[in-house]
C-alpha cells in the first residue's frame, strides 16, 4: 500500500555567477546546506530525531563538496547523530532526482520523514573536476556525441 508524499517546505539558497571571482566564492558548500538545514528547523520547529534520511544532489562529490556532503551538513548542522545522509549525481537533475527519490521512499513505506534538495559550488569545484570519459577522452566524446552544457545551452537558447 502506497502513501502520499507531501512537500512541507522549499527554500533555497542565494546564487550567483559560478566562478573563481563569483560573490559566493568565499561561502563553503557545506555552510550553504547547513544554513538552509537551521532555517528548515527554524520556520517548522523540525524535530531532527524524526528525520530518516537526507538526501542531496551534487554533481560534482569532491572538493568542498566530496564526501558524502549530505550527512556532514546534518551533522555540522547539529540535527541528531543518528540522521544518515546521500549524496547522488544525476548531473543537472542532481537536485530533482534528490527530490524524486525521497518521495519514492516515502510513498513505498520505507521512509516517513526525508529532507532532500542539492548542493553545488561551481565557484569553488568548477565542472568536470571529477574528470570522467567526458571531461578526457576526445574519442568518448564523439562516440556519445557529448556537447559541452555551456555550448548545449546556446543551442538550446537559439533554436
Given at each position: 500500500m502506497t502513501q502520499e508524499a507531501y512537500i512541507y517546505e522549499a527554500i533555497r539558497t542565494p546564487r550567483s555567477r559560478g566562478r573563481a571571482s563569483g560573490e559566493l566564492y568565499e561561502v563553503k558548500p557545506i555552510d550553504l546546506v547547513v544554513t538552509l538545514m537551521n532555517e528548515l528547523v527554524a520556520r517548522t520547529k523540525l524535530d531532527t530525531a524524526?528525520?530518516?534520511?537526507?538526501?542531496?544532489?551534487?554533481?560534482t562529490p569532491v572538493g568542498d563538496q566530496g564526501a558524502d556532503i549530505a550527512k556532514v551538513a546534518a551533522q555540522k548542522a547539529g540535527w541528531a547523530v543518528d540522521v544518515p545522509g546521500m549524496q547522488l549525481n544525476?548531473?543537472?537533475?542532481?537536485?530533482?532526482?534528490?527530490?524524486?527519490?525521497?518521495?519514492?521512499?516515502?510513498?513505498?513505506?520505507?521512509?516517513?520523514?526525508?529532507?532532500?534538495?542539492?548542493?553545488?559550488?561551481?565557484s569553488r569545484v568548477p565542472m568536470m573536476r571529477d574528470g570522467g570519459a567526458w571531461a578526457f577522452d576526445p574519442q568518448t566524446n564523439y562516440e556519445t556525441y557529448f556537447v559541452p552544457q555551456g555550448i548545449g545551452a546556446d543551442l538550446i537558447a537559439t533554436l
Open positions: 524524526r528525520v530518516d534520511d537526507v538526501v542531496l544532489g551534487c554533481v544525476r548531473f543537472c537533475a542532481s537536485g530533482l532526482e534528490a527530490v524524486n527519490l525521497a518521495a519514492m521512499k516515502i510513498r513505498s513505506g520505507w521512509e516517513n520523514l526525508v529532507v532532500a534538495g542539492g548542493v553545488e559550488s561551481m
